[in-house]
């Protein structure tokens, strides 16, 4: 407990310096990212279960939406591995709707060939065709999907990123259609919230998105909606996680 003391105390007194140096350093990146990303860019999120896009990718759906990207969702599971598949569908529809992705925007797939299990590796062929037919049935031209470490080493995590990686390195995604993959980090890192932003400034990958305390508080209430999840473990990770607060992204 004395440790979760000393750890908020400091987030409270380099908070407002923090905030200072990103907020100079925001409006200057605004300008690069608008032109790497475009404005008014159709998205596709691709994550593996209900509760990835709130637990991991929140910072990089409401930036997209500052940049009014119109944006997609597919899930390539239903959450299952506790029997709770279709609570989590649901949840998923709610988290979605409060980070601005309506539901017509969603797909979720309940395959036996895509089961929520980390012991599981989902064929790489078989994920990179309905990837595929997803991008081109949207008209996507940017992508966003976990890096090589899965940011929790999930395996079904790492299977979207290969399966993406294929069809970049393939040359099968539509001329135009970028990649964008979340930087995975190491545990300090992941759990220190605000306190990892001067390391996020200082090693930015292409894009860099962090969250205002609005933001960040709609980002909680997106998480809160997967309440099936919430055990004491995800509880503290909405509290301390930096990825609730700040996503990191390289383009592939």
Same mark, same amino acid.
Not at 119 to 124: E, I, L, R, Y
Not at 199 to 221: I, M, P, W
């Given at each position: 407990? /004395?440790?979760?003391?000393?750890? $908020? ?16 350093? @925001? ?9 790497? +990303? ?6 596709? *999120?691709?994550?593996? #279960? &209900?509760?990835? @896009? ?6 990089? *759906? +409401?930036? +997209? ?20 598949? /279709?609570?989590?569908?649901? @949840?998923?529809?709610?988290? $979605?709707?409060?980070?601005?992705? !309506? !539901? ?10 895509? !089961?929520?299990? &980390? ?37 079904? #995590? ?10 970049? *390195? /393939?040359?099968?995604? &539509? /001329? ?17 919230? *605000?306190?990892? +932003? &001067? ?15 609005? @933001? ?37």
């Amino acid at each position: 407990m /004395e440790a979760v003391g000393v750890l $908020c105390l400091a987030v409270a007194i380099l908070a407002p310096g923090i905030f200072w140096v990103w907020h100079f350093l @925001e409006r200057m990146k605004n300008q690069v990212q608008a032109g790497l +990303l475009g404005r008014g860019s159709r998205t596709l *999120l691709v994550i593996a #279960h &209900p509760d990835d @896009e709130a637990m991991f990718f929140a910072p990089t *759906l +409401l930036g +997209l939406a500052r940049l009014r990207h119109q944006v997609f969702l597919l899930c390539f599971s239903a959450g299952n591995y506790y029997n709770q598949g /279709e609570i989590r569908k649901k @949840e998923l529809l709610q988290s $979605c709707d409060v980070l601005g992705i !309506p !539901p017509t925007n969603v797909m979720i797939i309940d395959n036996r060939d895509f !089961p929520d299990d &980390p012991g599981v590796q989902w064929d790489t062929e078989h994920v990179a065709s309905i990837l595929l037919q997803h991008i081109e049935a949207n008209d996507i031209n940017l992508v966003v999907t976990f890096d090589a470490g899965g940011v929790s080493g999930h395996r079904n #995590h790492v299977a979207l990123h290969a399966a993406v990686r294929t069809l970049h *390195l /393939e040359g099968k995604l &539509p /001329e135009g259609c970028m990649v964008l993959t979340l930087q995975s980090v190491n545990v300090l890192r992941k759990y220190i919230s *605000l306190l990892d +932003l &001067p390391f996020s400034l200082l090693h930015a990958g292409d894009v860099l998105f962090v969250l205002t305390s609005k @933001e960040v508080t709609q980002a909680k209430r997106a998480m809160s909606c997967h309440r099936s999840q919430l055990l004491w473990f995800r509880r503290l990770h909405v509290l301390f996680s930096r990825y609730l607060r700040i996503n990191s992204l390289h383009a592939l």
